[in-house]
C-alpha cells in the first residue's frame, strides 16, 4: 500500500472512529417504544417466540442481526447499538469507495456530509430500522453505478442479483423502500429508451421475482399466508398525525408542498440538497438526466429521491406521502453526499459554478432564519459566509486546505450540541442508578413510573417474565390501586419527557406526595427519585367531592355562559350540537364561596373535553381566578400536543390543584378555552368536577 493510499484510507478510518467516539460520548439511549419492542422481539427470538402477528417481526434484518448480538454479548446497550453501528460504518465504506478516485477533498467533504448530518449521526447507534434502509437504497445504487460505468459489464447475472438482494434488504428492513420506486422507474426507462443496459434489468427481474419468491414462501411456511406481512400492517395500522388520508385537504397539502421542504431545511437534511440542486441552475444542468456518466446518475437519483420523498404515497389504497419524520429519510443523506462532495470539489479547484451555489446557500440560509431553530446561526449562515469569502478571496492552494478543515468544522457544530444535550441527560448513569437502586436494592417491589421506565426496566431485567410483573406504568397501577406488596414511586423527568408527559400528566399520587412516603433515593444531578408508596392519596377516597357540572352544548347548563353563535351543528361528536371556538368558548364561571369546602382542604380541579381541530391550532385550556381586583390565578394547558391526528375528535383532561392559602374570598372560578389562533376549533362533553383535598402538612 503506497502512501496515498495510506493516506485515503486514514480519512476513513478517521471518521469511523468519530462515530464510535459519539456513540460513546453522546448515547443518549432508548426512545422506549419501537427500539425495546425490537429488543423484545430479539429477546424472544432467542427464546424460541417469535409473534408474526406484530408487524415489527417481520423486519427480519433489524431482530435477526440483534437476536445474534444478544446470543454473543448478552442483552446490554452495547449489543443493541452494535447492529446500527456496523450498518453505518458500512454507509461510509460505500461513500468512500465510490469518491476514493476523486481524491482526499472529496472524501472529506462526502464523509463529512454524511457523517456530521445530525439525524444521521444520531441514528447511528440506534436500534432502529431507517439505517438498515439507508444502506439498502445506497448499496442498490452503488451496485447499478458499478454496474454502469465502471465494470465490463461481463458479470450481469452478479451485479443483478446483488442489486436485488439489496433492495430486498431494505424492504424486509422496513417498507420505506418504496420511496425507490420512482427512482428505479426512472433509470428503467432512460435505459430502454437510450437502449443501454437492457440485460441488466432483464436479470434483475429474474433475480428479483425469485428473491421475492423465495422471501414470500419463507412467510408462508411460517404464518400459513404468503400475504400475511401485509395483513398485519393494515391490522395494526393506527390514526395519528402522519395519517394524512384520514384529515383534511389543507394538511395534505401543507405536507406535500411546504411540509417536507421546511423539515429538511429545520433538520439539516438538505445541506448535499443546497449543491446537489444548485446544479440545475447552470446551461447544461438538464443534460444531467441523460446518465451519461458517473456524476450525472447520482446527482439525478439524489434529485428523485428527494422529490419521491416529498410526493410520493406509502399507501396503495390512498395518497398518503411518509410522516415528515427525519428518521425515515436518512437515505437521503449519503446519496446527496456523494455528488455534493464533488460539487464542491469543482468549486474549490475552479470555483465553477461558484454563483449559484452562493445564490442557493442565501436562499437556504434566509428560510432557516424564519424557521426556529438552531441551524440558522450554526450550520446556513457559517456555509454561506465560508462560501461567500472563498469565492471573492480564495486562489491559494492553501485555502482550499482551510476551506475543507472549516467546512467539516461547520457541519460538526450542531452534533457538538448533541454532544452537550448527552451529557445533560447521562443516560449510562441514569441506567447504572436505576438498575442499582431498583433492580438490586429493591428485587422484591412493584415499581409504578412512567410508561417508558417501564419499557426500560423490562429491558435492562433482560425480559424476564418474572421480573417484569413488578413493573407498572401510572395507567396499570391507577386501574389496580390494591396490589398487595411493597411498592415504589420511581421519578424520572428523562424517560417522563420521552414518555411525552408534562408535570400536569402525572397522576395524582405521583404529584402530591405525602411525608409519610418516604424519599428513599434521590438524585437532583439526574432529577430522579423514588418515594416509598405507604399512603396512597386517590382524590376519590380522601377527597371530599364539592360539585360536578357536564356541559354537551346539547341543552342550557347552569353557570355556563353559552351563545347560539357559538353553538354548531356541522361539526359534532354526538348529539346534535357543539361549541364553536372562535376566539372564546363557552365558559364556566362558578363562586368558590358556594361551595362546601373545609378551611383546611385545598381544591383540586379535574376537567375533561373532547377537542376538534382541522390543522395546528394555539388554543389552550384555561382555569383562572379572579376577584374584585381581578385575575389573581391562571393556568394554561397546550391543546395541540394531545390532539393526534386533525379533523378527528380527541379527549384531553386537565387537573390542577389550588392550595386553600391561595385563596381570596369573594373568587371566581373561570374554565374555559382560549383560541388565540385564527382557525376555528370545536369543542364538545365539557366537564368540570371540584374535590376538596386535606392540605398537606
Not at 444478544?70 to 446497550?77: A, H, K, Q, T
Not at 436505576?434 to 417491589?445: A, G, M, T
Request: charged letters at 20%; aromatic letters at 16%.
Amino acid at each position: 500500500m503506497n502512501r496515498s493510499q495510506v493516506r485515503v484510507y486514514s480519512i476513513l478510518l478517521l471518521y469511523i472512529v468519530l462515530v464510535v467516539l459519539y456513540h460513546l460520548i453522546g448515547y443518549t439511549g432508548h426512545f422506549g417504544f419501537d427500539d425495546i419492542h425490537y429488543a423484545e422481539l430479539a429477546s424472544g427470538l432467542l427464546n424460541g417466540n417469535m409473534d408474526f402477528g406484530d408487524h415489527y417481526a417481520y423486519r427480519f434484518p433489524v431482530v435477526l442481526f440483534t437476536a445474534f448480538c444478544y446470543l454473543i454479548f448478552g442483552i446490554s446497550d452495547f449489543a443493541s447499538s452494535l447492529p446500527a453501528l456496523t450498518i453505518t460504518i458500512c454507509i461510509l465504506i460505500i461513500v468512500f469507495n465510490t469518491l476514493r478516485e476523486h481524491g482526499p477533498k472529496a472524501i472529506i467533504i462526502g464523509l463529512s456530509l454524511t457523517t456530521f448530518s445530525n439525524w444521521f449521526l444520531f441514528y447511528s447507534d440506534k436500534l432502529m430500522p431507517d439505517i438498515y434502509v439507508a444502506l439498502s437504497i445506497l448499496w442498490a445504487l452503488a451496485i447499478i453505478h458499478r454496474y454502469k460505468y465502471k465494470s465490463d459489464k461481463n458479470k450481469t447475472a452478479r451485479y443483478a442479483f446483488l442489486f436485488t438482494f439489496a433492495l430486498l434488504f431494505g424492504f424486509v428492513s422496513k417498507g420505506t423502500i418504496v420511496l425507490m420506486i420512482p427512482l428505479l422507474l426512472f433509470l428503467i426507462v432512460t435505459d430502454i429508451i437510450r437502449k443501454r443496459d437492457l440485460k441488466f434489468w432483464l436479470y434483475s427481474l429474474i433475480s428479483g421475482s425469485a428473491l421475492l419468491a423465495i422471501y414470500l414462501l419463507t412467510i408462508w411456511i411460517f404464518t400459513g399466508n404468503v400475504m400475511e406481512r401485509f395483513h398485519v400492517i393494515a391490522d395494526n395500522s393506527y390514526l395519528n398525525l402522519c395519517s394524512y388520508d384520514q384529515q383534511s385537504l389543507k394538511i395534505l397539502l401543507k405536507r406535500v408542498f411546504i411540509g417536507f421542504f421546511e423539515l429538511t431545511i429545520f433538520q439539516s437534511l438538505a445541506t448535499g440538497f443546497i449543491f446537489v440542486f444548485a446544479i440545475l441552475f447552470q446551461r447544461k444542468g438538464p443534460g444531467i438526466f441523460k446518465l451519461n456518466d458517473s456524476f450525472s446518475f447520482f446527482m439525478v437519483s439524489a434529485i428523485v429521491l428527494f422529490l419521491s420523498s416529498s410526493f410520493m404515497t406509502i399507501s396503495p389504497s390512498s395518497y398518503a406521502p411518509m410522516c415528515l419524520d427525519p428518521r425515515h429519510y436518512l437515505f437521503l443523506v449519503p446519496v446527496a453526499a456523494i455528488p455534493a462532495s464533488r460539487i464542491i470539489s469543482d468549486y474549490l479547484e475552479s470555483k465553477k459554478t461558484g454563483l449559484q451555489i452562493i445564490i442557493a446557500l442565501f436562499c437556504v440560509t434566509l428560510i432557516s432564519f424564519f424557521l426556529q431553530g438552531q441551524t440558522f446561526w450554526k450550520l446556513y449562515l457559517p456555509l454561506f459566509v465560508l462560501f461567500t469569502i472563498y469565492y471573492f478571496k480564495g486562489k491559494r492552494k492553501q485555502h482550499q486546505h482551510v476551506f475543507t478543515a472549516l467546512f467539516a468544522a461547520i457541519l460538526l457544530l450542531i452534533p457538538l450540541d448533541m454532544v452537550r444535550y448527552a451529557q445533560k441527560v447521562k443516560y449510562r448513569m441514569q441506567r447504572e442508578t436505576v438498575v442499582e437502586q431498583v433492580l438490586e436494592k429493591n428485587s422484591d417491589c412493584i415499581i409504578v413510573t412512567n410508561e417508558i421506565q417501564k419499557r426500560l426496566l423490562t429491558y435492562y431485567s433482560g425480559f424476564d417474565e418474572d421480573q417484569c410483573r413488578r413493573f407498572l406504568s401510572y395507567d396499570e397501577f391507577e386501574a389496580d390501586t390494591a396490589i398487595v406488596g411493597k411498592k415504589l414511586l420511581l421519578l424520572n423527568w428523562y424517560t417522563r419527557y420521552l414518555s411525552g408527559m408534562e408535570l400536569n400528566d402525572l397522576p395524582f399520587c405521583a404529584r402530591n406526595i405525602p411525608p409519610s412516603n418516604r424519599c428513599i433515593f434521590e438524585s437532583k444531578e439526574l432529577d430522579l427519585s423514588i418515594y416509598e408508596l405507604n399512603q396512597l392519596l386517590l382524590p376519590g377516597q380522601s377527597g371530599t367531592p364539592l360539585l360536578w357540572t357536564f356541559n354537551d352544548f346539547e341543552n342550557i347548563v347552569p353557570f355556563w355562559s353559552q351563545g347560539d353563535q357559538d353553538i354548531s351543528t356541522n361539526i359534532r361528536f354526538k348529539g346534535a350540537k357543539s361549541n364553536r371556538v372562535s376566539e372564546f368558548s363557552s365558559t364556566f364561571e362558578y363562586p368558590l364561596d358556594s361551595l362546601q369546602a373545609e378551611d383546611t382542604h385545598d381544591l383540586l380541579i379535574q376537567c375533561s373535553i373532547l377537542c376538534y381541530a382541522e390543522d395546528e391550532t394555539g388554543s389552550q385550556f384555561i382555569v383562572s381566578l379572579e376577584d374584585s381586583t381581578g385575575t389573581y390565578f391562571w393556568k394554561a394547558l397546550e391543546i395541540n400536543r394531545y390532539l393526534k391526528a386533525y379533523s378527528n375528535w380527541w379527549p384531553l383532561s386537565y387537573e390542577l390543584t389550588i392550595p386553600q392559602k391561595d385563596l381570596k374570598n369573594a373568587s371566581r372560578l373561570k374554565v374555559y378555552v382560549w383560541n388565540n389562533d385564527a382557525p376555528d376549533i370545536y369543542i364538545d362533553n365539557f366537564g368540570i368536577r371540584i374535590t376538596g383535598i386535606p392540605a398537606p402538612e
